[in-house]
């Protein structure tokens, strides 16, 4: 393993969301991250590990143990995981418990594959933020750097804040 290989676990949520014509809904697709870190020209190491294809709703206990467990184990120190919005703060808490990993948890309010949409801009943050900084576990969202302790999703602006 290089001395800065970034390791990507994806469990889905709006980034990595497609519109379904055969259902007229929309589903979580496959991850979306390595698409946009090709196209963004990223030159970092990295390795994707796709965890599960859930809505941030729809993850469990069990999957965020589960979670806990995979990045706990995995010998990388640098971490992206990409995460449902409505439920990343939840599994940022969790994971809080690691120690000697930068943990970075991003998303997207509206999914990658969108024209308009914030992705690349989260995925960026948290190639940058994994890289830079201290051991911890931290959520990138809206270009800024949250302690999953003390931020809220705020459903009326559609963006993360501090509290």
């Known amino acids: ?51 599960f294809q859930k809505d941030s709703l729809e993850i469990t206990e069990a999957d965020r143990l589960k979670i806990f467990q995979k990045v706990q184990t995995d010998p990388h120190r640098h971490i992206i995981i990409t995460h449902g919005t409505d439920t990343m703060i939840l599994t940022g808490k969790m ?6 990993k930068v943990i970075v948890l991003t ?13 690349a801009f989260n995925i960026g943050g948290a190639i940058i933020a994994t890289q830079t900084l ?18 809220r999703k705020n459903l009326e602006h559609n963006q993360f804040e501090l509290i």
Request: negative net charge; glycine residues 10%.
């Open 1 to 51: 393993m290089p001395a800065m290989e970034i390791k990507i676990f994806t469990t889905g949520g709006s980034i990595d969301k497609l519109y379904s014509t055969r259902t007229s809904n929309f589903m979580v697709g496959d991850p979306q991250i390595g698409s946009v870190l090709q196209e963004s020209r990223v030159s970092v190491a990295f390795e994707i590990e796709p965890l």
């Open 95 to 100: 994971l809080c418990e690691i120690p000697g």
């Open 107 to 119: 998303g997207a309010m509206q999914p990658a594959a969108f024209k308009v949409t914030d992705a």
């Open 134 to 151: 201290s051991e911890g576990v931290y959520i990138i969202m809206n270009g800024q750097v949250f302690d999953p302790f003390h931020v």
